[in-house]
T-cell receptor, first 112, second 113 residues
Framework: SQQGEEDPQALSIQEGENATMNCSYK?????LQWYRQNSGRGLVHLIL?????REKHSGRLRVTLDTSKKSSSLLITASRAADTASYFC????????????FGTGTRLQVFP | EAQVTQNPRYLITVTGKKLTVTCSQN?????MSWYRQDPGLGLRQIYY???????DKGDVPEGYKVSRKEKRNFPLILESPSPNQTSLYFC????????????FGPGTRLTVT
């Protein structure tokens, strides 16, 4: 079952612009995580936001969570070519915190 | 260095020939899991383990087996691989379950002909 769905599927921007990716999910959660994947490599954790938090920052990353809409967004400010990667959201479920369900991802291309 | 290792990294095999993909972590994590990644489908969880001798099915467990005899190792076994199991496989670990940051291995690209 797919819990998280990212939007858009693909995004192309110029260096210096901001990139916004959205994630929607279906069931109640305890936390939501964002990961980055460089072409075919292992995923790298970016940020975790808990269900009682609304916003979280880490460097150039800003994550928001709206549990009433069951959605989250990841904003990358002042993007760089090195930010080119696929970005995935992942959620647990308030019914089963043992499982982590990933979305289908947003592929971000940042042109120099 | 804290890491999750997988072996082999690349494997081409034939239908029906049993294979094992190993996964090992050196962070003393309780939780380990296996995912497969296919184009357009994202990552789908195959099996996970909350602790030694405790394993449970993920979303796509058919055709796979796992075991957790030691805390650090979590091998993925394909008893009779089929072409629809051609995929990119990732092992991951975390201190405890899905509520924590997952540490991923580098991936194993499997082709079944």
């Amino acid at each position: 079952s797919q819990q998280g769905e990212e939007d858009p599927q693909a995004l192309s921007i110029q260096e210096g612009e901001n990139a916004t990716m959205n994630c929607s999910y279906k069931t109640s959660i305890n936390n939501l995580q964002w990961y980055r994947q460089n072409s075919g490599r292992g995923l790298v954790h970016l940020i975790l936001i808990r269900s009682n938090e609304r916003e979280k920052h880490s460097g150039r990353l800003r994550v928001t969570l709206d549990t009433s809409k069951k959605s989250s967004s990841l904003l990358i400010t002042a993007s760089r070519a090195a930010d080119t990667a696929s970005y995935f959201c992942a959620t647990d479920s308030s019914y089963n915190t043992d499982k982590l369900i990933f979305g289908t991802g947003t592929r971000l291309q940042v042109f120099p | 260095e804290a890491q999750v290792t997988q072996n082999p990294r690349y494997l081409i095999t034939v239908t029906g020939k049993k294979l094992t993909v190993t996964c090992s972590q050196n962070m003393n994590h309780e939780y380990m899991s296996w995912y497969r990644q296919d184009p357009g489908l994202g990552l789908r969880q195959i099996y996970y383990s909350m602790n030694v001798e405790v394993t449970d099915k993920g979303d796509v467990p058919e055709g796979y087996k796992v075991s957790r005899k030691e805390k650090r190792n979590f091998p993925l076994i394909l008893e009779s691989p089929s072409p629809n199991q051609t995929s990119l496989y990732f092992c991951a670990s975390s201190p405890s379950g899905g509520a924590y940051e997952q540490y991923f291995g580098p991936g194993t690209r499997l082709t079944v002909t």
